[in-house]
């Protein structure tokens, strides 16, 4: 292949190569002017082949300015690419430093909408305390307000229905001051159930009653040995022979009163000692009502004082109140009955001292009861007399209270949390 040469040099070549003439003076002119047909060949060649590398380097040179055009192209979008990538690292850093000083910001206000919940907080529990003492001061009515002609039919048909007069068996005159100390002792069991110790004797055995639908009732030695107990590992079981309803139980005598589940308001006593059901009775009570809105399991609250055994209830004829009967412990006969004022509204338990029961209700304030109604067997106490009793705060609802006359201590169970109240008491007036 020959290279290096231009179109007027081969040009030149080829017309010296056609110029060229025989001689005979010099012998070897055949070697330096070939024959006319071999050196017309020769010259075809040689421009055919010109020709070629005259259009392959044509070919050559537009290939080479069309990728020179796609790489500065090429370049063009790297540069573009590379400013935009620039552009957007710089507002990613701006955007970085919003966020951080956003954040710094939230931080700030958490903290000081922390701080003012705190104080209002430390504000509401004030508030809560001194409308307790102005409550104590001005002396509500703790139930609710009707019309006074109302007021005085209801107490004509109370009195006209409670002629009998109440025969005291003792001569208590005991009823509450204040709640006077509270004590947590553990947590076992359910939301709801009742703890007490035996009302009628001096007896340190404790009864659990878990739950509002059971027939396992458990007993420990003392308090003491409750408490240390992992759960009620260390109380002795005892079956009882029909399942109970509610938390309306009672410990008195030996024996335990309950209610049975069903239908029916069946009345059982139990002896403890011998494992036997010594009697049962239907409780003369029409229609199935709830004597506290806030326990709507219990229809019959069992209690036991120095007077003896009671039933707080409610009755279909007036459903709206809480009704009071008098039973025979060995007998289990009703032998008296009240229609009280305390509703059953906002009620969640009572317990009875000396003759007088005190219904516990629900404030309006969060996790606070207080003693809101008293009615007294003998018209001794009456609710302008009472004093207003408020609970410590508390974890839920007490599903029951149970009242001991020789601790002068409540049995209370709050939410799954057994709590013993001490209670401070004084002298009834004489009417």
């Not at 030149?12 to 070697?31: E, I, N």
């Not at 009071?324 to 009572?350: F, H, I, S, Y």
């Given at each position: ?9 081969m ?9 060229c003439?025989r ?19 020769r010259a ?5 082949l ?12 537009a ?26 690292a ?21 903290d ?34 009707v019309?006074?002609?109302?007021v ?5 048909i109370v009195?006209?229905?409670n ?6 068996l ?19 069991g ?23 639908s059971?027939?396992?009732l ?10 240390t ?42 002896d ?6 010594v009697?049962s009775?239907?409780?003369?009570a029409?229609d199935?009502?709830?004597v ?5 399991e ?6 036991a004082?120095?007077e003896?055994l ?8 007036n459903?709206?109140n809480?009704?009071l ?11 008296q ?12 338990a ?14 309006r304030l969060?996790s606070?009861s207080?003693?809101?109604c008293?009615?007294d067997?003998n ?11 408020y ?10 209270l ?7 201590l ?5 939410d ?8 401070a008491?004084?002298?009834?007036l004489e009417?």
């Amino acid at each position: 292949m020959m290279t290096g040469y231009d179109k007027p040099s081969m040009e030149m070549f080829v017309s010296d190569l056609l110029s060229c003439r025989r001689t005979d003076l010099l012998p070897l002119t055949a070697f330096a002017c070939p024959p006319l047909p071999i050196l017309n060949m020769r010259a075809l060649h040689l421009v055919f082949l010109a020709s070629l590398l005259c259009l392959t380097g044509a070919q050559n040179q537009a290939l080479m300015d069309y990728l020179e055009r796609r790489l500065l192209a090429i370049e063009d979008r790297i540069s573009t690419w590379h400013d935009q990538t620039s552009r957007y690292a710089s507002e990613l850093r701006e955007f970085k430093q919003q966020m951080v000083g956003l954040l710094e910001n939230v931080d700030k206000d958490r903290d000081a909408l922390r701080t003012e919940l705190s104080g209002v907080g430390t504000r509401v529990e004030r508030v809560e305390r001194e409308m307790d003492y102005l409550e104590t001061q001005n002396g509500a009515q703790p139930c609710v307000d009707v019309d006074d002609k109302l007021v005085e039919q209801e107490v004509t048909i109370v009195k006209e229905k409670n002629k009998a007069k109440y025969g005291k068996l003792t001569d208590c005159r005991d009823m509450i001051s204040s709640i006077k100390a509270m004590k947590i002792l553990k947590r076992v069991g359910g939301a709801k159930g009742m703890w007490t110790k035996d009302t009628g004797s001096s007896s340190a055995k404790v009864y659990i009653f878990n739950g509002t639908s059971e027939d396992t009732l458990y007993e420990f030695s003392s308090v003491r040995d409750f408490t240390t107990s992992p759960g009620t590992s260390r109380g002795k079981p005892i079956k009882l022979p029909y399942p109970w309803g509610g938390t309306g139980h009672t410990i008195y005598k030996g024996y335990a009163y309950y209610v049975r589940e069903g239908e029916e308001f069946q009345v059982i006593k139990y002896d403890l000692q011998n494992g036997t059901v010594v009697d049962s009775v239907v409780f003369p009570a029409q229609d199935r009502v709830p004597v506290y809105s806030l326990s709507p399991e219990t229809y019959i609250d069992l209690a036991a004082d120095q007077e003896g055994l009671w039933a707080i209830y409610a009755s279909g004829e007036n459903e709206n109140n809480i009704c009071l009967a008098k039973v025979d412990p060995d007998t289990l006969d009703v032998e008296q009955t009240w229609d009280t004022p305390c509703p059953r509204e906002n009620a969640e338990a009572a317990f009875v001292i000396c003759g007088t029961v005190y219904v516990v209700y629900n404030t309006r304030l969060s996790s606070r009861s207080r003693v809101q109604c008293v009615f007294d067997v003998n018209d001794m106490v009456t609710n302008d007399d009472a004093p207003l009793v408020y609970f410590p705060k508390r974890y839920g609802a007490h599903s029951s209270l149970k009242y001991n006359p020789q601790e002068q201590l409540i049995y209370a169970w709050d939410d799954g949390y057994q709590i013993l109240y001490k209670l401070a008491m004084k002298k009834k007036l004489e009417v």
